[in-house]
């Protein structure tokens, strides 16, 4: 196929031209599958950059989109990049008050947004936006017609733009998006990515992935997040392969079952989810069922360092077909696992053990490691190469070391063009020589696989002196079905506590088998039989590890945490600040004298 253009809407065109009548998205609407094809993509785009260009956008604009996955976002974000503006993505779990920042700080002239609920956050803090012109509205249902908006149906009426002469006009050097970084410790800042930006992630890519136009995906992560934007988009649009969007929102577990896609990407809590849940499905299974579960399972660990090399042997083979045959190939196609090839685990680290589990049922899962700030461009597990608990080598192009104090460092054309109005942040993120520093702290080793040991920001220094990394601790804790969350506590402090949130739908149904009658979480939580079996992990975990790192003492949330709470990211990811103030009491009762302690081992 020919070489990608130097923008998406290149790429966009070529397929429409060489491939018009091949399926480009597929959306499930009211239960039906409907089907765009890449001549009525290109076409939609080319309407939408008309119908924006009626409300005043050109080069040089930003124009907001707030809205959960879809297609429009797409054809928005192509149309909004063909006319030299620039895409800002607002996370349809925003707060009013982050809607006013992201729109605010980005001056966004056009906000495009969803429905009603999303339209109301605006219209809350609008007066506060002097720059927001027009807001256009996707879905109309429950929006009042003195509203003052535009129907998003009106601005796709155009007659179509000029879409190839409007590509011939871009300059690749120019921004294209920016991406707000989901703010782990504070307001997010907006990273300003160009097109050649886009572009070189998606070169690197497609190389290393080896995808092609029959590949399938499914978009379910929130198209802000630059991962998800990789897939559904700039990945989608070079390669050609097909984008489906489901009815699922963000737990995708039917959508999967149907579409079964052949590449797909989970962040640590799809996977850890998708144990728990065959967990807990085993928990309830008849003898038999169990059997052949522990059997298949076993079978597929054996095997799995030899598939993991890509040098099975026909006893090897051999062993992981009776694997599948007795539960691998039902459970995933269960899972929507069936026809995935390629099955990446990115945005934050993930316990080995969930690995295991996944390759011993057959789901070949393979790390990746970048940020908004390198386009998501920095490593990845090569095949025939996987080695747990490291993240992979330099994708093509990328440069990678270790600063003195082990941050991990990385250049190539990824690197961001820095942070929009904030050019002191950007001076401090990209040194003179156009090293990003990623605020990662990680290893090297002799062969250039890389492990992260954790944020910068977020090693614990004991009162004793030394140096922890929490991360590790908390993946160790949430391998297990009953715990959902886990944030280790300790810097400054002589010893480690954790909070630690329980997974309802597995801790309810145990409590439910034991004759445990219970309400709420709150409730389930706070039931001294509970305590005890988080108690007992927490000391089998405590086993595995060296003294300094061990949890002394824990406290169950009473609370299930919540983006829209501001106690996660939308990608969720613990927001570390936050929790420490939001659950201070707690921490500091953990570090009182009369609090219970997990038992000595």
Known sequence: MTASGPTLVHDLLRHAAERPDAVALRDKHRGIWRETTWAGYADRVARAAAGLQALGVGPGDRVAVHAENRPEWLVADLAIQALGAATVGVYPTSSPAEVEHVVGHAAATVLVAEDEEQLDKALAVRDRLPELRHIAVVDLRGVG?????????????????????????????????????????????????????????????????????????????????????LFSVVNAVGTGYVVHFGEGGSAPVDDLREVQPTVFLGVPRVWEKLLAGVEIRMADAGAVKRAA?????????????????????????????????????????????????????????????????????G??????????????????????????????????????????????????????????????????????????????????DADGFLTITDRKKDIIITAGG??????????????????????????????????????????GDWATRRGIAYTTYRDLSHKPEVRELVAGWVEEVNAD??????????????????????????????????????????????YASDAPAVAAR
């Open 145 to 229: 017609d003195d509203a003052g908006v535009t129907p998003w149906a009106t601005v796709e009426e155009h007659a179509p733009a000029d879409l190839a002469g409007l590509a011939q006009a871009l300059d690749p050097e120019a921004t294209a998006t920016l991406v707000y970084t989901s703010g782990t410790t504070g307001p997010p800042k907006g990273a300003m990515l160009s097109h050649r930006n886009l572009q070189a992630a998606a070169r690197a890519c497609r190389e290393v992935w080896e995808v092609g136009p029959d590949d399938e995906v499914l978009s379910y992560l929130p198209l802000c997040h630059v991962a998800e934007r």
């Open 363 to 444: 789901v070949p899962v393979r790390e990746g490691y970048g940020q908004t700030e390198n386009t998501a461009l920095a490593t990845f597990t090569p095949r025939g190469d996987v080695r747990l608990g490291t993240v992979g080598r330099a994708l093509p192009g990328v440069e990678l070391r270790l600063a003195e104090d082990g941050e991990v460092l990385t250049r190539c054309e990824g690197v961001f063009q820095g942070y929009f109005k904030d050019p002191d942040a950007t001076a401090a993120t990209v040194d003179a020589d156009g090293w990003l520093h990623t605020g990662d702290v990680g290893e090297l």
């Open 466 to 507: 030394k140096n922890i990394s929490p991360s590790e601790i908390e993946n160790r804790l949430k391998v297990s079905p009953f715990v959902r969350e886990a944030m280790v506590v300790g810097d400054r402090r002589k010893f480690l506590v954790a909070l630690i949130g329980i997974e309802l739908d597995t801790v």
């Open 293 to 361: 579960y522990r059997l298949g399972l076993r079978l597929g660990e054996r095997t799995a360092p030899a598939r993991m090399a890509e040098q099975a042997g026909a006893g090897d083979r051999l062993r992981f077909a009776l694997s599948s045959l007795v539960v691998g190939r039902a459970l995933r196609h269960k899972l929507g696992m069936g026809r995935v090839r390629i099955a990446l685990s990115g945005a934050a680290p993930i316990a080995p053990q969930v690995l295991q589990w996944l390759w011993a049922i």
């Open 545 to 590: 590890l060296a003294q300094v790192e061990t949890v002394k003492r824990f406290a169950l949330l009473d609370k299930e945490l919540d983006p829209e709470d501001g106690e996660l990211t939308p990608t969720l990811k613990l927001k570390r600040r936050a929790m420490e103030e939001r659950f201070a009491r707690e921490i500091e009762e953990l």
